[in-house]
């Protein structure tokens, strides 16, 4: 048996031999119950002689016997006890649920507590920098770290094919490992232990992984700084576009290329969205520099040779055909070629007089009301147009800049047609669609304004004097707005169905309004809505095409499509370089020098 030591009453320390507690706690209290004396008016004490101190105590303990337990309640009865406090046997569910919550919420407090105590001490600014670092290093040790991949591949297929045992190089000089240990001061061995700070870190290895091709490329460039800001712009979104990619699949080195890629495209396709593309001239901007051209030939006093001035006499004189009637039925036309021809044979005109000549024959001659003078004045300005067109520096005098002064005289001409050509449509009260706009204004409802575009459009189409001059691509953007694209078709039915496409639909959206107002349901404002949609949409794109239409003719070809401007590609460039020199996530190498790698490794596997 075991021996116990019990505190008497008497503050004593009693050995009792017992096989439990509960029989040593039994027997001494028989031993002591006897000697003990109960004092009259006592109130600590109750009746059978018992200390009330030791019943609470046993009490407390759990091993009060029975016999004493009821002792002690006929003491409490009396009042001679305070009520029984509730032992950890005696508590209800409801204060147990609520300790053991509350113990469990300060063990996770502690717990978190020392897991913050033991981990590595770090930041964001040292991770970021670490990363940038490592993105040098590995930029720096590209070079050689390829090299030695490749050469370490041939080596392994020589094993294969000879059954040689050249052993891969580890660690070469010059290579990323090199330049990392050059660094190794200003790079953390502590890893990041934030999410921020594993962003943090890989966006600086993205932007140090860019600053050195990015400074070269920047060197050569016309706007430098933007080049720079352009590579750190899609340097981070390379590197928060490749941590996201981590932190769904870590160990997928594809989805890591695909999010940095992902990641630093986005700045890129930002800056050429916001960027405006190709604009044709303004009718300004032609007028100004066709005027300047017959300015600078005027200023030349350039003319034509003796041989060049009779062959446009000749020409103008021959307008009338072989018919003499003809110049007796036109006398008009006649005076005005006889006078011409007359002063070109006389002494050789100035490039700049032959330009006015052309333009006096139009006033006089092609506008007049006579149908038969007015074709001949027309033939005689297509003449000297001709002849214009053709000259070459052969038929120029008076100047040593002959050539020049022929470039300059066809770019002045071509820019001035450019800008009648464009004035048949654009012209802001005169022009073809501004007519057409304002019949469809003024008649009816209004709601005509396809149609009136595409009915003027159609007439230059089908007038053969109209439409000269115009290339294949002007006229077959002419047809596109007159006849229409199956969308737009489409739309113009359905905008039959809008309140301002007649008096029919107006009256049905009258009735449609009553329904709504009558029943409270809104569906039958669909059909009008429906129309009213498609008209504005069909209507926006006609002027769309017309638009382009006049654009076209303005460019005198169509606008080249926008491209990638010099800071553009030279991101672009930046940004697929750094995919072969990025660090991996370990910072050890660059991401093309660890692919080598790992096709090594998976050889040797083999």
């Known amino acids: 048996m075991t021996i116990y030591e019990i505190q008497g ?9 017992a096989p439990d507690m509960q029989s040593a706690v039994a027997a001494f209290r028989s031993f002591t119950a006897p000697h003990q004396t109960t004092q009259q008016g006592d109130k600590n004490a109750p009746s059978g002689g018992m200390d009330i101190n ?55 407090r502690e717990k978190a507590r020392r897991v913050q105590q033991s981990a590595p001490q770090t930041n964001m600014l040292e991770q970021s920098m670490s990363g940038v670092n490592e993105g040098i290093a590995t930029t720096l040790g590209a070079p050689v770290d390829l090299a030695t991949g490749a050469l370490n591949l041939g080596a392994q297929g020589i094993n294969a094919l000879v059954g040689t045992d050249f052993q891969p190089i580890e660690n070469p000089v010059g290579g990323s490992g090199t330049f990392r240990d050059m660094l190794a001061p200003t790079i953390s061995d502590i890893a990041p232990q934030t999410t921020a700070q594993r962003y943090g870190r890989r966006i600086g290895q993205e932007v140090g992984a860019t600053a050195i091709p990015g400074g070269v490329m920047a060197r050569t460039a016309t706007a430098p700084a933007k080049v720079i800001a352009g590579g750190m712009a899609s340097a981070t979104g390379a590197g928060i576009g490749g941590q996201t990619a981590r932190e769904i699949a870590p160990e997928s080195d594809l989805a890591d290329l695909a999010g940095s890629m992902i990641g630093g495209g986005v700045p890129i396709a930002t800056a050429h969205g916001m960027r405006s593309g190709p604009k044709a001239p303004t009718l300004e901007q032609l007028q100004t520099q066709s005027d300047a051209g017959y300015d600078a030939v005027r200023a030349s006093n350039a003319t034509l040779s003796p041989q060049s001035s009779n062959d446009l006499a000749n020409s103008i004189e021959g307008a009338f055909g072989p018919r ?147 290339n294949a691509d002007e006229l077959q953007a002419m047809r596109e707005i007159a006849d229409g694209t199956p969308t737009q078709n489409a739309l113009r039915l359905l905008s039959r169905l809008a309140p301002t496409s007649g008096a ?16 409270g349901n809104p569906l039958f404002m669909v059909p009008s809505g429906v129309g009213y949609a498609a008209k504005a949409m069909g209507e926006r794109s006609t002027r769309r095409q017309v638009e382009g239409l006049g654009e076209l003719i303005r460019n005198s070809a169509p606008l080249p499509k926008k491209g990638l401007s010099e800071v553009e590609q030279r991101m672009l460039a930046q940004l697929i370089s750094a995919r072969a020199t990025s660090p991996t996530p370990d910072g050890q190498q660059g991401a093309l020098a660890h692919l080598l790698q790992r096709q090594l490794q998976g050889t040797n596997a083999r």
Do not use: C
């Not at 009453?9 to 031999?17: A, F, I, L, R, S």
């Not at 639909?505 to 009558?518: D, E, I, K, N, Q």
């Open 9 to 17: 009453p008497d503050g004593k320390t009693y050995e009792v031999d």
């Open 504 to 519: 029919l639909p107006l009256g049905g959206f009258a009735g449609s309004m009553g329904a709504t107002g009558a029943t």
């Open 54 to 108: 030791l019943l609470l105590e046993a009490e407390k303990r759990g091993i009060l016997p029975a016999d004493k337990k009821a002792l002690l309640d006929e003491a409490r009865n009396r009042g001679l006890v305070p009520p029984a406090l509730p032992t950890s046997a005696q508590q209800t569910p409801a204060m147990d649920q609520s300790l053991q919550a509350a113990l469990l919420e300060r063990a996770k």
């Open 324 to 470: 003499v009637a003809t110049r007796k039925l036109n006398p008009k036309a006649a005076i005005a070629a006889d006078a011409l021809a007359g002063d070109m044979r006389s002494a050789p005109m100035s490039i700049a007089d032959v330009d006015e000549a052309r333009q006096w024959i139009g006033r006089n001659v092609a506008g007049s009301v006579e149908k038969g003078e007015r074709a001949i004045g027309m033939g005689m300005k297509q003449t000297i147009d001709d002849h214009l067109d053709a000259l070459t520096p052969a038929d120029v005098t008076g100047t040593n800049r002959a050539a020049e002064v022929v470039d300059t005289l066809k770019d002045a001409r071509e820019k001035a047609s450019r800008v009648h050509k464009s004035q048949l449509f654009e012209a802001e009260d005169t022009g073809l669609v501004a007519k057409g706009l304002r019949r469809a204004a003024t008649s009816g409802t209004g709601g005509n304004e396809i149609n009136a575009i595409r009915q003027n459009v159609r007439r230059v189409l089908e007038n053969p004097k109209l439409r000269r001059g115009y």
